[in-house]
């Protein structure tokens, strides 16, 4: 069973120092805030801002009072330290997309984080995810009174006394499973997918149910291959729009597939000769279904997976 790798997956973001400036010191936010070394990182609809040249890297803007008459009404959210700047996230309220920098332009996260330094995509993650978190949370979920943020916007509280629910960040875990049977990986495509992309299986984890559990639920209801032995790969943050994916190799009792759920048009066994021939579209290299995968064909084929010249991506010959 493959064991867990050495580097953090793509969207992790174990460069911010959450606690640089502590979120329960609203003066220490506000001098913050106001300090020379405030950046805002800005989130224009779901998307973050970027330059391509000389090299892809994410912007960060200085705090000037031009920049907060564009911003959402509600204070920035504290992010922490980045690369000595105290970073912010906020998101900008315009109907297009302003030209804050030359150059610079808003771009889909998924599409994009593959070009960025680790720093920079894990950053720019953690951003976006606030930013919708924060945007889902206007209303008291129990009441429906305007919430008041608390906490660097870390925390959400409903004013009302006779209620006084708070409420906080949540993700949606996720299980995502590399099945192996007899040298071949279980891949599966939906039907929405452009021709030949295939991917690991995934779902997310339901109530009162252990990760492993989702593990064997999710590949029996959408394949109907029974999942033995398995083992805790890597996790990957992924804010779209706010799932952690929680990843597993494992090992199939049997090989017959019978599809079950409607999730998958199509799931098959895969050799490593298939998947070096182009067999299938893999997934981006920047998630974590690719590093399951790829740890999988590396560990006994003769070449790594990303040195193969024939591997075909989703959007392509690689």
């Known amino acids: 069973m493959a064991h867990a790798p050495e580097r953090p997956n793509v969207f992790a973001a174990p460069h911010v120092d959450r606690l640089a400036v502590p979120r329960t010191d609203a003066a220490a936010i506000a001098a913050a805030l106001a300090s020379d070394r405030s950046r805002l990182v800005p989130v224009w609809r779901n998307r973050s801002l970027i330059v391509r040249e000389p090299s892809p890297a994410a912007v960060l ?4 009072p031009e920049l907060r008459g564009v911003l959402s009404p509600t204070e920035p959210i504290l992010l922490g330290e980045f690369g000595g700047a105290i970073a912010f996230a906020a998101e900008v309220a315009a109907p297009e997309p302003p030209a804050f920098v030359p150059g610079a332009e808003f771009v889909d996260l998924r ?3 593959g070009l960025l330094d680790s720093r920079d995509a894990g950053l720019l993650a953690y951003a976006r ?6 945007a889902q949370h206007r209303h008291c979920g129990a009441c429906g009174a305007p919430l008041v943020v608390e906490r660097g916007g870390h925390q959400m509280r409903c004013p009302d006394e006779s209620c006084g ?3 906080f960040p949540r993700l949606d875990p996720a299980i995502i499973v590399l099945v192996e049977h007899d040298g071949r990986a279980l891949l599966g495509r939906q039907a929405a997918w452009p021709p030949g992309r295939y991917s690991t299986l995934a779902g997310f984890v339901e109530p009162g149910e252990s990760l492993e559990d989702a593990v064997r639920r999710e590949v029996l209801e959408e394949t109907g291959v029974r999942v033995g032995a398995m083992a805790y790969h890597s996790s990957q943050p992924w804010p779209f729009p706010s799932s952690i994916m929680i990843g597993f190799h494992a090992v199939a009792e049997s090989a017959d597939i019978a599809l079950g759920d409607d999730e998958l048009e199509d799931a098959r066994w ?11 579209g893999l997934p981006p290299t920047q998630s974590v279904s690719y590093r399951l995968i ?3 064909y590396d560990r006994d084929a ?17």
Do not use: H, K, N
Not at 129 to 134: F, I, K, L, P
Not at 270 to 280: D, K, L, P, T
Not at 302 to 318: M, T, Y
């Open 302 to 318: 003769a070449r790594p997976l990303a040195e193969e010249p024939g591997v075909r991506g989703w959007s392509g010959r690689r």
């Open 294 to 296: 790829e740890q999988w």
């Open 61 to 64: 803007l200085p705090l000037s």
């Open 270 to 280: 895969f050799s490593r000769e298939e998947i070096a021939s182009g067999g299938a």
């Open 165 to 167: 629910a708070q409420w």
């Open 111 to 113: 599409t994009t984080a």
């Open 129 to 134: 995810a606030m930013v919708t978190w924060r």
